[in-house]
């Protein structure tokens, strides 16, 4: 990349920083629908925002009713897609900065949408800025989408493609470097079984209200009193789980602590549902709490249910249990799988149904997976970018996550999250390290002109 560049984009830090602390202190998570803020006027306020900071920098801005906003460099008819968001999701709890601030601390901004997705968002903008100041032909035009509703339900992007084509190729800046291209496909099922009339007396449990998080916590009442009290600190000793139980006057509390995430990154994690089945079977359960302990437990890879399967673009299955609940003498329950891009989905649907005797399974979403191949003129260019930037490796990976690369017929995600970096999305306290982010802004303008540069 030629030096002018490099020079115009470390002029543009003040600027970019001053510029990303006004995005953080528009709080944009979703609310209620209104006329022209489909997503609240929060949302909405964020979108007017970019949308002044993006014309104040020279490019053409174009409003897509609340849904999304485009920019443009270059008037060719073929474009460069790079699409990313404006919205955020819920503060939660746990900051000890202020999610809304944009304070800025030992070159690191933190706050709420730094690194999920505004921070990336405004890198891919000054690289569009640098690539248009530094007089660089183009080829083929680069078009900047932001949507308003990512941590949702992408009706931005699906408004956006019913009134704008969106072009074929591009990335998405929502994820991590050197660069997703296989996003592994989805199914989930939902299960159904009466509770069993023998074996231990389950009263009541209900854990998780979400398919794609891994429980940390499983509260459970079961029938009986110290004798079985003392069941489960001897299985808690044999097995070094965090279990306890507390004798009452209406049964047995039964807990089980586990290590919340998220349903696609199983990895270093534990299942609170997994563990509380294992107990409960230990402790006499029958019926389908039996068979969901034999044939999910712990395993976050499907193996018991004979769904474990891998291939070297996508690497193994995830399976999750996020919801368990026993309501009005039923169990209700959730698999999550993220399936690698050449699983065999109906079969894998078949072999959990065949594993899991006794329940009704019904299929609450399947989704294909994506993938761009690594040998691509995409990929090839991104990571080429990468490798001159930063002198690391770059080699794709694969996710169990979404992104909107798969609204792209050839997208992947590209950044802006670097390989050592911990992943603070949607987490408490959320930064972005300012000398990253500038690093981010070259990668993205060296990619940009490998793509669509003359
Ligand atoms: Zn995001």
Same mark, same amino acid.
């Given at each position: 990349?030629?030096?002018?560049?490099?020079?115009?984009?470390?002029?543009?830090?003040d600027? /970019?920083?001053? #510029?990303l602390?006004?995005?953080i202190r528009?709080?944009?998570?979703?609310?209620?629908?209104?006329?022209? =803020?489909? /997503?609240?006027?929060?949302?909405?306020?964020?979108?007017?925002?970019?949308? @002044?900071? !993006?014309r104040?920098?020279g490019?053409p801005v &174009?409003?897509?009713q609340?849904?999304?906003?485009? @920019?443009t460099?270059?008037?060719?008819?073929?474009?460069?897609?790079?699409?990313?968001?404006?919205?955020?999701?819920p503060? +939660?709890?746990?900051?000890?900065?202020?999610?809304?601030?944009?304070?800025?601390?030992?070159?690191?901004i933190?706050? &709420?949408?730094?690194?999920?997705?505004?921070g990336?968002?405004?890198?891919?903008l000054?690289?569009?800025?640098?690539?248009r100041e530094?007089g !660089?032909?183009?080829?083929?035009?680069i078009?900047?989408i932001?949507?308003?509703?990512?941590?949702s339900?992408?009706?931005?992007m699906?408004?956006?493609?019913?009134?704008?084509k969106?072009?074929?190729?591009?990335?998405?800046?929502?994820?991590?470097?050197?660069?997703?291209? #296989?996003?592994?496909?989805?199914?989930?099922?939902?299960?159904?079984?009466?509770?069993?009339?023998t074996?231990?007396r389950?009263?009541?449990?209900? #854990?998780?209200?979400?398919?794609?998080?891994?429980?940390?916590?499983c509260?459970?009442?079961?029938e009986g009193?110290e004798?079985?009290?003392?069941?489960?600190?001897a299985?808690?000793k044999?097995t070094g789980?965090?279990?306890?139980?507390?004798?009452?006057?209406?049964?047995?509390?039964?807990?089980?602590?586990?290590?919340p995430?998220?349903? =696609?990154?199983?990895?270093?994690?534990?299942?609170?549902?997994?563990?509380m089945?294992?107990?409960?079977?230990?402790?006499?359960a029958?019926?389908?709490?039996?068979?969901?302990? =034999?044939?999910v437990? %712990?395993?976050?890879?499907?193996?018991?249910?004979?769904?474990a399967?891998?291939?070297?673009?996508?690497?193994? *299955?995830?399976?999750? %249990?996020g !919801?368990? &609940?026993?309501?009005?003498?039923?169990w209700?329950?959730?698999?999550? /799988?993220?399936c690698?891009?050449?699983?065999?989905?109906e079969?894998?649907?078949k072999?959990a149904a065949?594993?899991?005797? +006794? /329940?009704?399974i019904?299929v609450?979403?399947?989704?294909?997976?994506?993938?761009?191949?690594?040998?691509?003129?995409?990929?090839?260019?991104?990571?080429?970018?990468?490798?001159?930037?930063?002198?690391?490796?770059?080699?794709?990976?694969?996710?169990?996550?979404?992104?909107?690369a798969?609204v792209?017929?050839?997208?992947v995600?590209?950044?802006? *999250?670097?390989?050592?970096?911990?992943?603070?999305?949607?987490?408490?306290d959320?930064?972005e390290?300012?000398?990253?982010?500038?690093?981010?802004?070259?990668?993205? =303008?060296?990619?940009?002109?490998?793509l669509?540069a003359?």
């Amino acid at each position: 990349m030629e030096q002018k560049v490099y020079e115009l984009i470390d002029s543009y830090r003040d600027e /970019f920083v001053a #510029t990303l602390q006004g995005w953080i202190r528009m709080p944009s998570v979703k609310g209620e629908p209104e006329d022209g =803020a489909p /997503f609240g006027q929060d949302v909405r306020k964020m979108l007017d925002r970019a949308m @002044a900071d !993006i014309r104040a920098m020279g490019f053409p801005v &174009r409003d897509f009713q609340g849904y999304a906003c485009d @920019a443009t460099l270059g008037d060719a008819e073929e474009k460069i897609a790079v699409l990313g968001h404006l919205d955020v999701v819920p503060v +939660g709890d746990g900051w000890t900065k202020p999610p809304f601030d944009g304070l800025v601390e030992n070159g690191r901004i933190y706050g &709420r949408g730094t690194n999920d997705d505004k921070g990336p968002s405004l890198a891919a903008l000054y690289a569009m800025k640098a690539i248009r100041e530094a007089g !660089i032909p183009l080829k083929k035009g680069i078009r900047l989408i932001l949507g308003c509703d990512e941590e949702s339900g992408w009706e931005d992007m699906k408004y956006y493609g019913e009134h704008e084509k969106i072009p074929d190729v591009g990335f998405s800046p929502d994820a991590s470097f050197p660069l997703i291209n #296989t996003e592994k496909g989805m199914v989930v099922l939902e299960l159904r079984a009466p509770a069993a009339k023998t074996g231990l007396r389950i009263l009541e449990m209900a #854990t998780g209200n979400r398919i794609n998080v891994i429980p940390g916590e499983c509260v459970c009442r079961a029938e009986g009193g110290e004798e079985l009290a003392e069941k489960v600190r001897a299985y808690a000793k044999k097995t070094g789980l965090p279990y306890t139980a507390e004798v009452t006057e209406a049964g047995v509390v039964l807990q089980a602590t586990g290590i919340p995430g998220h349903s =696609a990154y199983p990895e270093g994690r534990r299942n609170a549902i997994g563990m509380m089945l294992l107990l409960l079977k230990e402790l006499g359960a029958e019926g389908p709490i039996a068979t969901l302990a =034999a044939a999910v437990g %712990m395993e976050h890879d499907g193996t018991s249910l004979g769904c474990a399967c891998r291939d070297d673009v996508s690497e193994a *299955l995830t399976c999750n %249990m996020g !919801i368990l &609940r026993l309501e009005n003498g039923e169990w209700f329950g959730t698999l999550d /799988f993220r399936c690698p891009v050449t699983a065999d989905q109906e079969k894998l649907k078949k072999n959990a149904a065949a594993h899991l005797p +006794g /329940f009704a399974i019904s299929v609450a979403t399947q989704k294909p997976p994506h993938h761009v191949p690594a040998d691509s003129e995409l990929v090839k260019n991104l990571l080429a970018a990468y490798e001159e930037e930063t002198g690391l490796e770059g080699k794709p990976m694969s996710t169990g996550g979404g992104t909107y690369a798969k609204v792209l017929q050839q997208g992947v995600a590209f950044g802006a *999250l670097f390989p050592d970096e911990e992943d603070l999305a949607h987490q408490a306290d959320e930064f972005e390290d300012i000398d990253r982010l500038m690093l981010a802004v070259k990668i993205y =303008a060296n990619a940009l002109i490998r793509l669509a540069a003359e």
